[in-house]
């Protein structure tokens, strides 16, 4: 069973830098695009950023400069790097992959709680 894993969610003050990663396992042939979204408290899902194959980048315009995405296709992981953190990151941030495996399925892991206090 494909299942994606999250870590390196948790608690930072303003301007500070936290890292985020995926890792998918299971019956993998290959791995489309992967991404990470996240969801503030009583708002829906929004996406943060997406990465394709061959590392095509795509970003919201709320984290350009400060987030980066990347993605490591051996390892089938896929990390999140953000600086400048600021209060309105506060959510809860998602992995999401689409995954070739016995066919084709978008796969989304249980979250990690990202919070940035004042």
């Known amino acids: 069973q494909t299942q994606l894993v999250e870590s390196g969610g948790g608690l930072v003050q303003t301007g500070g830098s936290l890292r985020l990663s995926c890792a998918a396992s299971?019956?993998?042939?290959?791995?489309?695009?992967m991404g990470w979204y996240r969801q503030a408290p009583g708002k829906g899902r929004e996406l943060v950023a997406t990465i394709t194959s061959g590392g095509s980048a795509n970003y919201a315009d709320s984290v350009k400069g400060r987030f980066t995405i990347s993605r490591d296709n051996v390892k089938n992981t896929v990390s999140l790097e953000m600086n400048s953190l600021k209060t309105e990151d506060t959510a809860v941030y998602y992995c999401?992959?689409?995954?070739?495996?016995?066919?084709?399925?978008?796969?989304w892991g249980q979250g990690t709680q990202v919070t940035v206090s004042s």
């Open positions: 299971g019956r993998i042939f290959s791995i489309n695009d």
């Open positions: 999401n992959a689409v995954v070739v495996g016995l066919r084709k399925d978008n796969y």
